[in-house]
Nanobody
Framework: QVQVVESGGGSVQAGGSLRLSCAAS??????MGWFRQAPGKERERVAF???????KYADSVKGRFTISQGNAKNTLYLQMNSLKPEDAAMYYC????????????????WGQGTQVTVSS
């Protein structure tokens, strides 16, 4: 069983920054990505790193968020700059050995979520 743990959420004012971290407990390489869900809204894929190692972003966060892999195996970060009130949500890290399942939001392994609050 793979455990996924996120950290780094919090409350900021609009225009501020936060950095989220995620770690998956497996010795095998696993695909990881960030999702978010705001109250009353569907879960949205925010960013992931594809099989070529290229970062992919939702249009709503392009130019403001940066996804990166850590030096430690199976660690993932999300640097969020210029935060807007509409970025407020519970952010989840997802992981799966099948990149398609991760990309589609049906990953086998999910973190508990970390709350991001952005005040205007």
């Amino acid at each position: 069983q793979v455990q996924v743990v996120e950290s780094g959420g919090g409350s900021v004012q609009a225009g501020g920054s936060l950095r989220l971290s995620c770690a998956a407990s497996t010795y095998r390489s696993i695909y990881m990505g960030w999702f978010r869900q705001a109250p009353g809204k569907e879960r949205e894929r925010v960013a992931f790193i594809d099989s070529y190692g290229s970062p992919k972003y939702a249009d709503s966060v392009k130019g403001r968020f940066t996804i990166s892999q850590g030096n430690a195996k199976n660690t993932l970060y999300l640097q969020m700059n210029s935060l807007k009130p509409e970025d407020a949500a519970m952010y989840y890290c997802a992981a799966d050995f099948d990149i398609r399942r991760m990309m589609l939001g049906v990953a086998a392994y999910w973190g508990q979520g970390t709350q991001v609050t952005v005040s205007s």
